[in-house]
């Protein structure tokens, strides 16, 4: 990508099924957990766990780097496994609907605590439940968020409205707070260090995400 040269190339229309989305983890630096979690899914959030419960059982860790970068959203559960493994008794957003009602969403308690520095890395493709973790781990003060901005579409879960021609309109019938009661929507959460992945990098195989987490641990 750093180079700017320009190739041609032949592009075949085929039926394509992308293979199916997991969790990955290793060690870097010597005792740090990195795990990537690509959305954020009950199941994944589980992997992810239990990745770090086996990458501890290796050495005594002194920190997790947990890559969101691209995660695209998920459900409200998975965010809530995974805040629950870093505090617990904590709201980390509200649904509120148009009267200014709002419902506080918590903690999942029942978690055991990892009891670690946490680094969070995301990007503008980290949306939605991402978004909501990326934002209580800001506002909670559970740990220090690397990257660059998220995306800003954390607008609230989605209801389907049957129409009268049969199809189905999804709107949201509560949107969403962050945990210190501020707007994400249209904004996205700000990372404490910025640290972008540039064409340069790509091409020279570096990830100054990783390199700025791995230094703040």
Not at 68 to 96: F, Q
Not at 129 to 136: I, L, P, R, T, Y
Not at 138 to 163: H, I
Not at 165 to 176: A, E, I, M, R, W
């Amino acid at each position: 990508p750093a180079t700017g040269e320009t190739f041609t190339a032949t592009v075949t229309a085929a039926t394509h099924q992308p293979p199916p989305r997991r969790v990955e983890s290793r060690l870097v630096d010597g005792n740090i957990a990195y795990v990537t979690l690509p959305s954020m899914a009950p199941e994944l959030a589980d992997q992810v766990l239990t990745a770090v419960a086996g990458l501890r059982a290796q050495t005594e860790l002194r920190g997790v780097a947990l890559d969101l970068r691209g995660n695209g959203g998920g459900t409200l559960e998975a965010a809530g496994t995974l805040l629950g493994a870093l505090t617990h008794g904590k709201t980390i957003g509200y649904w509120c609907d148009v009267r200014g009602k709002c419902t506080p969403n918590r903690t999942d308690d029942s978690v055991k605590l990892l009891n670690v520095p946490v680094v969070v890395l995301t990007d503008r493709r980290c949306a939605s439940a991402c978004e909501v973790f990326s934002s209580a781990v800001k506002d909670l003060k559970l740990g220090t968020l690397v990257g660059t901005r998220t995306a800003g579409a954390v607008s609230g879960p989605a209801w389907a409205y049957q129409l009268d021609n049969g199809t189905s309109l999804l709107l949201p019938k509560y949107h969403q707070l962050a945990a210190n009661k501020q707007v994400v929507d249209t904004i996205g959460v700000a990372p404490d260090h910025y640290a972008p992945v540039t064409a340069a990098d790509l091409s020279a195989g570096r990830d100054p995400g990783l390199a700025k987490a791995v230094s703040l641990l």
